[in-house]
């Protein structure tokens, strides 16, 4: 256990339909990250947060919408998605983003399906 | 953007034969961080090294720097069956925002 959970850990759901995947964690963190990673790819950098504000937006699609609350919690919320959004989803968190050291630790991930 | 190259891209030994893999960047760092990825499942840390170190140890994973040549390579010694996973490296890139980016990974099976 790295201490970040991620839930679901699968999810299959339709183009129409609207979704969210959930990260939390403990670890006192102030940056929490999303990545998407697909088959035969490098990891996408999706979004950063850092002390709660959106600090980056890696050209994510609009039908893409993360939400931090605060600190420890992580949202992820889809709708009308494309069959080449089916990825594995992770969420990550590490003490400051940019901090010098900035050891990132990971949630096990959501396996997304879209048919 | 900034990320590190993981070079293999499969590595296949046999239970016991060292594994080595190498990263490559382009820019300065801060550090370089090692992960690794059982199939399916989220990315563990495995080791940092800086930019003012050379070499480091962590039980069976050595990890060397040579930020002359914008480089790193992992050792993984007497390797075992349950090492078999995906690496990747994560250069901390320098500037103040800088992010932990990781390339496409190198496969690594160790055969029993």
């Known amino acids: 256990e790295t201490g970040v959970t991620q839930t679901p850990r699968h999810l299959v759901m339709g183009m129409t339909n609207k979704k969210s995947l959930k990260c939390e964690q403990h670890?006192?963190?102030?940056?929490m990250y999303w990545y998407k990673q697909s088959a035969k790819k490098p990891l996408e950098l999706m979004f950063v947060y850092n002390f709660k504000e959106q600090t980056e937006n890696n050209s994510v699609p609009s039908r893409f919408s993360p939400e931090c609350p605060n600190s420890s919690h992580l949202f992820l919320h889809l709708h009308t998605l494309q069959p080449e959004d089916s990825a594995l989803y992770l969420c990550?968190?590490?003490?400051?983003?940019?901090?010098?050291?900035?050891?990132?630790?990971f949630g096990q991930g959501t396996r997304l399906t879209v048919v | 953007s900034q990320q590190g190259e993981e070079d293999p891209q499969a590595l296949s030994i046999q239970e016991g034969e060292n594994a080595t893999m190498n990263c490559s960047y382009k820019t300065s760092i801060n550090n370089l961080q090692w992960y690794r990825q059982n199939s399916g499942r989220g990315l563990v840390h495995l080791i940092l090294i800086r930019s003012n170190e050379r070499e480091k140890h962590s039980g069976r994973l050595r990890v060397t720097l040579d930020t002359s040549k914008k480089s790193s390579s992992l050792l993984i010694t007497a390797s075992r069956a349950a090492d078999t996973a995906s690496y990747f490296c994560?250069?901390?890139?320098?500037?103040?925002?800088?992010?932990?980016?990781f390339g496409k990974g190198i496969t690594l099976s160790v055969r029993p």
């Open positions: 994560a250069p901390r890139f320098t500037g103040a925002n800088s992010k932990l980016t």
């Open positions: 990550a968190s590490s003490r400051k983003d940019g901090e010098e050291k900035g050891e990132a630790f």
């Open positions: 670890l006192g963190h102030n940056a």
